[in-house]
């Protein structure tokens, strides 16, 4: 789950780790008085997951009321490469003496915490890394052992950064440490991470993306959820508890496994169509879970038909068939489907699907059998 | 032969008496695994249909000699399921259970690396792992599988998807091919055991003649497979992976099943594989496909 900059901000503040006062607002009055109560100069930043912000005319420096009013009235509603910007954050502006990078992930070939750190701090790192490679410092934390205050001074030494600020700079490390693992995060981000004119170090942006696995140790993550980014599908997927994800292309699908369900995807492209959606329904044969993925789908406007690709294990195909059915006569669909079904008692499955067959409801034999009819029924 | 476990493996089922691990500790007993116990620290001194429960992993060992353990354990409670595991004396370590926090993954990982190299971890997030006609730990469908014959030409699978593992192995039954063991490592970003732990194990297996893998987006763990394939692997390998429609920067049900900046990527882990000489499929279909004619020609 990735968070709005001042969503990491405000977390950043509960690990100590110094952010600029600042609020998150959602209308240009509220942005103004925020920005009173703050002291100007303040920066009104747009909050959209999205890289290249500043360069959208979606950062602006305000000196004053005037001037913050304007740009909060421009800020807002504003489309910023397909995100619509609905909260602005506001925070007092800071002098900037130096830009650094800081940030900790999982390593996952190395199966380690890993950590960057960079005196060219304030574009993307991953220029940095090509262009510069030797300017990026990087350690592997054993997740066993942590990070000490005396690694974190070795590591601000490797990576150049001004002597006068180690301290301020291990003090800063080792706390975005601490939020990157007891705040379960997948990345603890600081770009940039600054130093002020009069040495002091702190962040500028968060870039923070939460383990969704950790959400049950972690009760105020709820709010979080309410402010994710979801299309409509999306939505309503996330509120049925189903495994999607939203795609342009013109074929519905489910399939039983994460697996399965992104082979699928890869089988209708090489028919020559392109799918409209991934949907894992899960192993079992709900005919409640095949009612709500068969809804979410066919309620997108995209879609031109359902290909439903269901291999039984445990699960066996006779239940699937039987959901299916059931789940067909609850609900009037507008596109057709093409259903595969294979594997643990697959022959009984198709025979409960038959008296069922026609133009709206189609069997395939095989995968990329039921791909081309799927296909087929899409672009016709 | 088979790799990691086999008809001599007693396990003890970890949450046996949870409706998840008392459905799949039946059937994998039914199937003719040595299901010896179950632990509930609650439950100690009960049976579930004439399997032992007892307090703690330590005290199933002692009793039964349990030489695995299963856990279903819901994911709040894997990490310490798993360090009682290891502490209680077992070798073999299947956590099924989906959902583990990354963070407790890389811990535990490292954790057993450190204290119990001895020990080997397969998942979190897996299906789990069958040697056909010996033993069956996790969610397998025994019935689909087909046993290793002695004496004729039998793959070994090794697998980060769970569904795509049912399709492989049905249609390994369907061609008539054996399979020694099949070994799902699951879909999370630390996995216990990896392709290369898979790779190397089936490449020593005088029973296995070729390997299947299926992998998916997600990581560099395909591309470091390819690299141990390349330099020390004389059994042809097949592969397909999942995923090479699916869209930067979104998961795709599976939490290690993302490309992120850049890497991840389908066509990587395609190009890595076919570089390295692995017959590599578009779509399961061709993977099962491949691997047929390589046995033929075996």
């Known amino acids: 789950m ?19 006062p600042g609020e998150a607002v959602t209308d240009v009055d509220a942005a103004v008085a925020a920005a009173d109560r703050i002291g100007y100069p303040v920066v ?38 397909g995100h619509t910007v609905n909260v602005v954050w506001i925070e007092h502006a800071s002098d900037i003496a130096h830009e650094y990078y800081a940030s900790f992930t999982l390593d996952r070939a190395a199966k380690q915490y890993f950590g960057m750190l960079s005196a060219e701090g304030g574009v993307e790192i991953e220029t940095v890394a090509e262009e510069n490679p030797d300017a990026i410092a990087k350690i592997h934390i054993d997740p066993v052992d942590g990070l000490t205050a005396a690694q974190c001074r070795d590591w601000v030494v490797a990576a150049q950064l001004d002597a006068s600020v180690t301290d301020a700079a ?28 009069d040495g002091r170090v702190h962040a500028l942006d968060a870039k923070v993306s939460l383990d969704n696995n950790a959400e049950f140790r972690h009760a105020d993550w709820a709010d979080y959820e309410l ?33 399965l369900a992104m082979s699928t995807l890869d089988v209708v492209n090489q028919a020559g169509g392109t799918a409209a959606n991934f949907l894992d329904v899960g192993g079992g044969a709900d005919a409640k879970k095949f009612v709500s993925a068969l809804t979410i789908i066919d309620n997108d406007p995209r879609v031109r038909s359902i290909f439903i690709n269901i291999f039984g294990g445990i699960t066996r195909g006779a239940e699937v068939a039987n959901g299916i059915v059931t789940a067909i006569g609850q609900i009037d669909l507008k596109s057709p489907i093409v259903i595969r079904l294979d594997g643990t008692n697959a022959e009984e499955g198709r025979k ?15 995968m990329l059998d039921a791909a081309r009819k799927a296909v087929e029924l899409a672009t016709r | 032969m088979s790799i990691f476990v086999d008809e001599t493996t007693k396990v003890v089922y970890q949450g046996l008496t949870g409706s998840q691990g008392r459905y799949y500790g039946l059937l994998n007993r039914e199937y003719g695994t040595q299901v010896v116990a179950g632990t509930n620290p609650k439950k100690a001194g009960t049976d579930i249909e004439g399997i032992p429960v007892f307090a703690s992993v330590a005290d199933a060992v002692q009793a039964t000699g349990a030489t695995a353990s299963c856990i279903f354990i819901p994911a709040p409670g894997v990490r310490d399921a798993v360090m009682e ?31 119990f190299p001895q020990v080997r971890l397969l998942g979190p997030n897996c299906p789990g792992i069958i040697s056909p006609g010996k033993c069956n730990i996790g969610i397998t469908a025994g019935h689909i599988t087909k046993e290793a014959v002695p004496g004729a030409k039998n793959v070994g699978i090794v697998s980060r998807s769970g569904t795509l593992t049912y399709q492989a192995l049905y249609e390994l039954k369907a061609q008539n091919i054996g399979v020694t063991t099949c070994v799902g490592i699951g879909g999370d970003p630390v996995p216990g055991t990896s392709f290369i732990d898979c790779l190397r194990a089936f490449e020593a297996d005088p029973e296995t003649h070729a390997v299947m893998m299926i992998g998916e987006i997600g990581g560099s763990a395909e591309e470091e497979a390819a690299e141990f394939i390349a330099a020390s692997m004389t ?37 890595a594989l076919a570089a390295a000489g692995v017959k590599v499929g578009r779509n399961p279909t061709e993977a099962g496909e491949l691997m047929v004619e390589i046995v033929k020609k075996l």
């Not at chain 1, 990735?2 to 600029?20: H, M, N, T, W």
């Not at chain 1, 189903?242 to 039983?256: C, H, K």
């Not at chain 1, 409960?352 to 095989?366: F, K, N, R, S, V």
């Open chain 1, 2 to 20: 990735d968070l709005f900059e001042y969503q990491g901000k405000q977390l950043f503040a509960r690990f100590a780790i110094p952010v600029s």
């Open chain 1, 227 to 259: 402010t994710q980014e979801r299309d409509v599908r999306e939505q309503a997927a996330y509120e049925a508890g189903l495994q999607y994800v939203g795609l342009d292309g013109s074929v519905g699908i489910i399939a039983n496994g994460a697996g």
């Open chain 2, 85 to 115: 595991a290891a502490e209680g004396g077992v070798t073999f370590v299947a956590v099924i259970t989906e959902g583990v926090p990354a963070h407790d993954e890389a811990w535990f990982y490292n954790k057993l690396r450190r204290d």
């Open chain 2, 235 to 271: 059994k042809p390998v097949s592969a397909y992976i999942a995923g090479q429609t699916a869209p930067a920067g979104k998961k795709m049900g599976h939490a290690g099943a993302i490309v992120s900046g850049g890497k991840g990527t389908a066509a990587a882990k395609m190009e």
């Open chain 1, 352 to 366: 409960i699907l038959e008296p069922h067959l026609g133009d709206t409801l189609q069997m395939a034999p095989t």
């Open chain 1, 44 to 81: 009104v930043k747009a909050q959209v997951q999205v890289g290249g912000r500043g360069k959208a005319g979606g950062i602006k420096l305000a000196a004053d009321a005037a001037e913050c009013r304007t740009y909060a009235t421009n800020i807002l509603g504003m489309d910023i490469k």
């Open chain 1, 170 to 197: 291990v003090d800063v490390l080792v706390a975005l440490y601490r939020f990157y693992v007891e705040g379960d995060c997948d990345l603890a981000e600081i770009n940039p991470l600054i130093v002020t004119p």
